[in-house]
């Protein structure tokens, strides 16, 4: 499994509660692109119309060796390759008030392009604080288990 694309933003943003995994319909030079190029998923999201998922904003850049194809949208609308009782857990999760579903990462699995989404409920600046200030003291709890390592050694 190697990633081509990750959202970090979502993780920074997004209380991430479930995730789930699909398969993403592309052209041919957008999948030439997504694995020599990547991508950028920061503004992307996903939209439920009619019984059919789809992803909006994945900048897909146009492949650099393609030529010239017209009218070639990098932001299109893309579907997404779900099974029906998937699509009904996002249209439930959409309705919940505060509640968005996101792509997460593009990555592939064997020669399949997967795209991984998360269903997650939008965070506070107060969270985002309190999430900031665990990581730095976690880090400071690493470095002096490190100190003290190195000490014990020699």
Known sequence: M???ASNKKAYHDLFIESELEAG????GHEVKTLKTQGADLKASYVRVLG???FVL???IPLYKKAGDIKDHNTTRTRKLLLKKSEINAIIGALSRKGFFVVPLKIYTKGDIIKIKIGVGKKKKKYDKREVLKKRQIKREIEREAKVV???ARG
């Open 2 to 4: 190697s990633t081509i």
């Open 149 to 151: 390592r190195r000490t």
């Open 24 to 27: 993403i319909k592309l052209l």
């Open 51 to 53: 019984n059919e998922a």
């Open 57 to 59: 904003n994945i900048n």
